[in-house]
């Protein structure tokens, strides 16, 4: 590294350190941040997980105005570990138990950069054919790994796409299902207050906020009820409908959840397709996280009834690998989702868009640019293979399911809803929601790990997610004593 | 780079090259691919730019199946050269005048480098604190340097927020003006067909997009008619507000372009503001592109009125050499921008947001998750300094405005619109539309350079971008003799 940047040095190349940054200097300064990656990785273990600093500590740090004059990039690096590092928390921690996981990978990292380094803007398959097949294609190699329907591939009717997250694909599903629903109308001419949408009251926000978006309104959105699992009862959301079109109103649109946020709950998809069936519904599948777990055959149960679902949505960012943003999303017919969202300008016109013969996928999402994402997915899929991937996913699962049983044992604590997957749900046993929080704030303050809580059945509930892509056995283990140690508090 | 590789070889780490990438793999393939940039950079002027592979040519290079076993990478990196390069269009490429740029920068790529090694998610505040506070602050920084007004300013009720596209911040704009204009009911109840809002016939195609997502209708945006230097006319916005409330709707917002997507146009804004405050209605400024400018006093004039307007956004990612994806977006107030987007269930709630001291972006945008992209644009500002940025703002308008002289000497040319700044519209004078289009087509073939062209005036024009980083009076005169040339044949 020191001999690299001497040599540049004698080449004249860096004789003003402080001018905009040429490219000798970014070779150095390059290394040297794959060198920081690299090591900060190799550490990230022994650092606190969440980040200390108060409210205002790291802009106070900063200086009030932007510089005039360049600076040296040392010297940012230098502010970088100096006021910023205090301010991350480190979700690329093996103790990173909270929320789902963001796992980023050596290849998809390596991805990013060489995405970033390329700099196109894929809007159009004309602006980089390749940003554009090379998605398409990982797409239907994803949908095939899951084992999705046939009709995801983009041989057929259907495709698929990369959003930055799953609130925007199920704002999309939502587009779809509107344009669909009312022949374009509402597009056209705006909504009207009589579309009704529906997911259970154990689904994750973003259905109502896109419900907002969409123009629906929010309390156009039905929560449907749960049964003892966290799923949604099929015979409720049957019965909600039925009383929603006996008042006037028009049921267009589900999203049934695989996998949900508090607890992990696993819908029953075709029982709710049948609904959606019959009612003429969109469905609309989310499984964020866990759609992962489908890499495998055994797991494969979690997506039984999907092959009636017009969308599907999960995310190669939580649990495949894969950096933030990467978000796939896959419709049976991609014609709703087109006629939704396409405008075609003159100044965006081009011989490649007129035959028809390609995807423009500005037509697949609500941003017109778009970032080559495909790049990062691309290396992971092939530097891992399917089977390493399966393999985490099965380590992964076994891990949480043996907490499980930890829990289950011990005389403190308890379970706090089924733990199909990856995701354990518990509390400290006839203690109320206070002690609950107060035993998450402990742990979390401890800097060994981090968890999350969900209100589950009404009741305050600690997140252990086993999702992370370092964590091991001796993290769970490690884990698992501080939790004990803490609960006898 | 290769005693570094033998030496991790001799440490055994990488003693199986098919495995996943262990941290010493990492740091020999991020040097490698740091390098790849460096030369792909310095040897991009001679590329051709815009790929010519046809339809279809990627894919079919690419197996049909994702590998189950792990992949070396270097087999990966081969394939990125053989099959993904010959799909790659340059943006990057000095010669490159089409569209708006999007530039990348190496300080920029470097902080997309850091981004994706530490890879935190920025949600909440409480899961990467400096995540949010970086940001809050560069935005603060830039809204100075851009002399925006000081309603902008965090410090305040207002405040800025970094999206990815210009499109999702006037779809975010939109939703705030709804919830403004009825007091949150369309968010909750829907919408019901009243609402309507304005920009000129000359807007970019995301201001319908939006209407058409957030259920006001592509019908309800009224496209006012431009004068003749195509900027939208206020007096035909009032009439057309007036009119739209005697049939009893309700103008609800306006959407004013600082330099138009087709010609570079420039709105009134002040004039429209007028409109707006008579009309009660929100006042969004897409200055996309433009906007840079304004780091130079003396083009500062472009956003004259903008200290009326509710919202306003522009592009890092476009002429300020900060990497895509980098929209920055401002609100006067983020009151209604939080009430339209904000949705809190238990398992985001935490300390610091019910503080109300700390800035959650997740209720400044459409998705939930987010990047941290503010250190790619603290990079850039830091790296540089206004002074350098100034500098490339000044050249590039020098340049486009010699470009536009020689246009308007030649006797086969003629300039199509006012040239305001780094845009110039031309086509050759006395011939039709087909003939320009086969001008374009000709000069794009070439590879020696990239346009594109727009419809100004109901004719088919030339788009002539002086914006990519690299571009030199030398690619400027280059690209001036290719279009002579061609404009001969």
Redesign the interface.
């Known amino acids: 590294m020191m001999e690299r940047r001497r040599r540049s040095r004698n080449n004249g190349a860096m004789s003003d350190a402080t001018k905009?940054?040429?490219?000798?200097?970014?070779?150095d300064?390059?290394?040297q941040?794959?060198?920081?990656?690299?090591d900060?990785?190799?550490g990230i273990a022994s650092r606190p997980v969440q980040?200390t600093?108060q409210?205002?500590?790291?802009?106070a740090q900063?200086p009030p105005?932007?510089?005039?004059?360049?600076?040296p990039?040392d010297r940012?690096l230098a502010d970088?570990e100096r006021?910023?590092?205090?301010?991350?928390?480190?979700?690329?921690s093996p103790h990173w138990h909270a929320?789902f996981p963001?796992?980023?990978?050596?290849?998809?990292?390596?991805g990013?950069?060489?995405?970033?380094?390329?700099?196109?803007?894929g809007m159009l398959?004309?602006?980089?054919?390749?940003?554009t097949?090379?998605e398409?294609?990982?797409l239907d190699?994803?949908a095939?790994?899951l084992g999705l329907p046939a009709a995801f591939q983009s041989s057929g009717p259907g495709g698929g796409v990369l959003q930055?997250?799953?609130?925007?694909a199920v704002?999309c599903a939502m587009?779809a299902a509107r344009e669909r629903a009312t022949g374009g109308r509402?597009?056209?001419?705006?909504?009207?207050?009589t579309?009704v949408a529906y997911t259970s009251e154990q689904a994750?926000?973003?259905v109502?906020?896109a419900a907002?978006?969409?123009?629906?309104?929010?309390?156009?959105l039905r929560l449907i009820p749960t049964d003892n699992t966290h799923a949604m009862r099929a015979d409720a959301l049957a019965t909600q409908v039925a009383a929603d079109r006996a008042d006037g109103l028009v049921p267009f649109f589900a999203s049934a959840t695989v996998g949900t946020?508090?607890s992990n709950a696993i819908d029953p998809v075709g029982a709710i397709a049948a609904v959606c069936r019959d009612a003429g519904m969109w469905l609309h599948v989310d499984a964020a996280m866990s759609g992962t777990a489908a890499l495998c055959p055994e797991f494969r149960w979690i997506h039984a009834g999907v092959e009636h679902a017009d969308s599907y949505s999960f995310n190669p960012?939580k649990w495949m690998l894969t950096?933030?943003?990467c978000s796939a999303f896959w419709v049976a017919d991609r014609r709703w989702l087109l006629e939704?969202?396409s405008?075609?300008?003159?100044?965006?016109?081009n011989?490649?868009t007129d035959?028809g013969?390609?995807i423009d996928y500005r037509d697949w999402q609500?941003?017109?640019?778009r970032?080559f994402r495909a790049?990062k997915l691309?290396?992971v899929?092939?530097?891992?293979?399917?089977?390493?991937l399966r393999a985490m996913v099965r380590e992964h699962v076994r891990l949480a399911q043996d907490f499980a049983q930890r829990v289950e044992r011990h005389p403190l604590l308890e379970l706090a809803a089924p733990a199909p997957l990856n995701l354990v749900c518990f509390r400290l046993k006839d203690r109320d929601d206070a002690a609950n929080r107060a035993l998450l704030?402990r742990l979390n303050a401890s800097g060994a790990l981090a968890l999350?809580?969900?209100?589950v059945g009404g009741c305050?509930t600690l997140?252990f997610c086993v999702g992370q892509a370092k964590t091991t056995a001796a993290h769970v283990d490690a884990a698992w004593e501080r939790i004990v140690e803490e609960a006898q508090h």
């Open positions: 905009p940054m040429d490219a000798d200097a970014f070779r300064w390059g290394h941040l794959i060198d920081w990656i690299a900060y990785h190799a980040s600093v409210p205002g500590e790291v802009r900063l105005h932007a510089p005039e004059e360049p600076e990039f940012i970088f006021v910023v590092m205090p301010g991350i928390t480190h979700w690329q929320y963001a796992n980023a990978s050596f290849p998809s990292i390596l990013e950069l060489l995405s970033a380094g390329l700099g196109v803007q398959w004309q602006t980089s054919p390749a940003c097949e090379l398409t294609h990982v190699w994803t095939e790994l930055d997250t799953a609130s925007s704002l587009l509402t597009n056209r001419e705006g909504c009207d207050g579309l994750h926000s973003m109502e906020k907002g978006i969409a123009g629906i309104g929010r309390a156009h946020t508090a960012h950096n933030f943003d939704a969202l405008i075609l300008p003159e100044y965006l016109r011989q490649a035959t013969a390609v609500v941003p017109l640019g970032r790049l691309w290396f899929l092939r530097s891992y293979g399917a089977e390493a704030e999350s809580h969900a209100a305050y997140r």
